[in-house]
Structure formats: structure tokens, C-alpha cells
């Protein structure tokens, strides 16, 4: 950090779910910093996500273009205005597929796990596509699907066809139908692309950890629907992998794949899509170790801090981005970490909103208040009784 410089304090955290988003989080933290250290220290806002829901409106909050809207379907067909971003230079395009097959939209219904597909999301695809994008951040989850990717790469121009050689139905319903598919019509833009698919879970594809067994319950599939979908997401597994002359497994049981109903799998197949953990692609799209290379202090929380937030989510990204010897405090509606825990994983101070048997509802209703003064209180006890700039805090209060 440049020493004639003011500290910088930087709010980077996830949306607390339910309650507020990101960029909220992020302001609120910033004003509990501001209530402690006022013009003395300088502040930034860098609010994240881990590559799921949230993270379209994050990456719009840090790159400050406007977003943009087209006409598409929702999971069942429905017309719905979904959104994208494009970053500053226009090059790159940031797709939510949970803004066309988001189970929220379909909600108002009963659930139709076996019919719902992803086409929407391709119509999203489309749209960036003709608004000059060349490269494509997918960001997956909360989705009502579980068809493969094959609606979105039908949307796109390719053909899953049967022994017949007529399409499938569309949907999860079709998949173990497929024996072929014809890749020759899929629109060069989409060919001539990068891809770059953000995982927000590490299931496989299929069996007891994929896709089906554990996802598919939330989407309305019956314990049949269940086997249904596995069955057919491991037929369009193989259908795949002869079409590029490898062995299935390297589909069956590649991490990730399971995660919004197996969308990865067509875009790998047919788009040599690349995944990654949706963190560290958040991360280079809003640019984080440049936002956090001259931190003072970085204030970052969450819905709630357990052991799956140290596993690829914001906190952990946060906590590997950070400089060393840079105190990293985490705010959380609930801390489920003992302080040896924080102490290990490198939390210089971890802090809950609930401060005693509140309601749910009232955590939630206030929760930006809370996160104000949550913030307020730990930077009183990082900058106490050292004036800043902050030193590395080594024993961690995870109260």
C-alpha cells in the first residue's frame, strides 16, 4: 500500500440471501466503516458472488454498464424478459441461465421437472451474441431444469435426434431417447465464442451425488422422475462422448457437472466450454486481487459462515485473494465456525447479525442494519487500540 495514501477499506461481500443483495451488503458494510473511521480512510465497494444466483447483478454493480433485456422462456415455455450484462468494452457477456430457467418463474405452477428445458437461456445466449460479445461467462444455478444443455444448444441450431432420426421431446423427458446428435447447424457466433461456465456445486453428472438424486427433489421430480433423469442424462453422457471419440466417464463423473440439471455437459461437448468454480470467475471478471492489492482491511461475509463457505465460496475467495498480513472480517447472519476455525482459515474477526432469539422474519427485515453496525463494531475492534493503518490481527473474535 502506497503509505501516503489513506487506508483503504474494501466491502466484498455475497448477497446475504433473502434479505439483501450484494451491493447492499456491501454499502452497509461501508457505512458501519465510515461510522468509525470517517474521512480518515478511504472506501471501496466490490460486491461478489460465487457464480450463482446473484451473480449478474454483482458484476453489474462492478462494472457500472447498464443491463440489458430480451423476450425469452421461462423453463416452461412461458414468455419472460431475462437479463445479461456486457462488460465496458463489449467483448464480454455475463448470462445468469437462472434469469430464463430459474425455478422461481415456474413457481407458480405445479412443477414439471421431466418437460422443463433450458431453451431460454439459449435465446439469452443469442442476444449477447448479436450485441457483438465473443466471449460468454454462463453463470449456472437455481435452475427448474434438468435436460443436459440440450435446450440451450437446440436454440443455438443443433439436433438431438432418436434411432429414428426425428428430435427428441424437449426437456429431461427426452434424454434417453437420444442416440445422435447432428452439431452442424449451431450458429458459427456461438462456435466462434468463448465459453466459460461457472460451477456453483461440484456434484457429477449423474448417480448418488449427480444431478437427479440430489437436485432433482427441489425441481418436483417423484422418486420415478428421479430415475428418469439420471437414466437420461447418462444416455446423453454417452451419445456425447462418441460424438468426440472419448469415454464417457470423462462426462459421467467430472465434477461440476451436475450443477443446474447438467447444463455443462452440451456446452463442453459441442462448444469446448471451459468450467471453473463460479468464485474464481467472478473474481477475474470484477478484477479482485486488483481491488484488494491495496486494501487496509476487507470486510466480506454472507448469508452464513460454516465449512462450506472455506470450499470455493465468496469468503474463501476473498480469504486466498487477499494480501498477506491483510485482516480479512467476516459478517454473517449466523457463524457456525468456532474461533479456532476462523483462526485457521485466516478470518481476522468473525461477527453474527443475530445477536440474541430473534425472529427469522426480523433478521431478514433488518438486516441491513445489522450489517451497518456489525461493521461498525469490527472495525472498533481491529482499529482499537492501534490507529490505522490496520495491523494483521492474529488472534480472530468469532463472536
Not at 460465487?50 to 453489474?60: I, V
Not at 463489449?90 to 412443477?111: K, M
Not at 428418469?228 to 464417457?248: F, K, S, T
Amino acid at each position: 500500500m502506497d503509505s501516503r495514501a489513506l487506508p483503504l477499506i474494501v466491502a466484498a461481500p455475497d448477497s446475504f440471501k433473502g434479505s439483501c443483495s450484494a451491493e447492499e451488503a456491501a454499502e452497509a458494510m461501508l457505512r458501519g466503516a465510515r461510522q468509525v473511521f470517517g474521512e480518515r480512510a478511504e472506501y471501496r465497494s466490490a460486491p461478489l458472488a460465487d457464480g450463482g444466483e446473484g451473480t449478474l447483478d454483482a458484476l453489474l454493480a462492478v462494472w457500472g454498464t447498464p443491463e440489458r433485456s430480451v423476450e425469452v422462456r421461462d423453463a416452461l415455455g412461458r414468455p419472460r424478459s431475462g437479463r445479461y450484462a456486457l462488460s465496458v468494452d463489449g467483448r464480454t457477456a455475463l448470462i445468469e441461465s437462472a434469469e430464463a430457467n430459474g425455478l422461481p418463474w415456474v413457481a407458480d405452477v405445479a412443477l414439471r421437472p421431466l418437460d422443463a428445458d433450458t431453451r431460454g437461456v439459449g435465446a439469452l445466449v443469442s442476444a449477447a451474441l448479436r450485441d457483438g460479445a465473443e466471449e460468454l461467462l454462463l453463470c449456472l444455478g437455481g435452475s427448474a431444469t434438468s435436460d443436459g444443455g440440450t435446450g440451450l444448444l437446440s436454440a443455438l441450431g443443433a439436433r438431438f435426434l432418436d434411432a429414428d432420426g426425428e428430435p427428441v421431446a424437449p426437456g429431461a423427458a427426452g434424454l434417453a431417447r437420444i442416440t445422435s446428435v447432428d452439431a452442424s447447424g449451431i450458429d458459427p457466433a456461438a462456435r466462434a465464442a468463448r465459453w466459460r461456465i461457472a460451477l456453483d456445486v461440484d456434484n457429477p453428472l449423474v448417480g448418488a451425488r449427480g444431478a437427479a438424486e440430489v437436485f432433482g427433489p427441489q425441481k418436483g421430480a417423484s422418486p420415478e422422475d428421479v430415475r428418469v433423469i439420471d437414466a437420461g442424462l447418462g444416455q446423453l453422457a454417452r451419445v456425447l462422448a462418441a460424438h468426440r471419440g472419448i469415454e464417457p466417464e470423462a462426462y459421467l463423473d467430472r465434477p461440476g457437472f451436475g450443477a443446474a440439471g447438467g447444463i455443462a455437459l452440451a456446452c463442453v461437448a459441442l462448444l469446448d466450454a471451459e468450467t471453473l468454480p463460479g468464485g474464481e470467475l467472478v473474481s477475474a471478471a470484477v478484477g479482485l486481487p486488483d481491488i484488494l492489492r491495496d486494501a487496509a482491511l476487507v470486510l466480506t461475509g454472507e448469508g452464513q459462515l460454516d465449512s462450506q463457505s472455506l470450499g470455493g465460496k465468496v469468503v474463501d475467495l476473498v480469504l486466498g485473494t487477499a494480501p498477506a498480513g491483510v485482516p480479512v472480517a467476516v459478517i454473517a447472519g449466523s457463524v457456525r465456525l468456532s474461533a479456532a476455525e476462523c483462526r485457521a482459515a485466516g478470518i481476522a474477526h468473525a461477527r453474527s447479525l443475530a445477536t440474541g432469539p430473534d425472529p427469522l422474519e426480523e433478521l431478514l427485515r433488518t438486516a441491513e442494519i445489522r450489517i451497518e453496525d456489525a461493521a461498525a463494531q469490527v472495525c472498533q475492534a481491529l482499529a482499537t487500540p492501534a490507529p490505522i493503518p490496520f495491523p494483521a490481527v492474529s488472534a480472530p473474535d468469532a463472536s
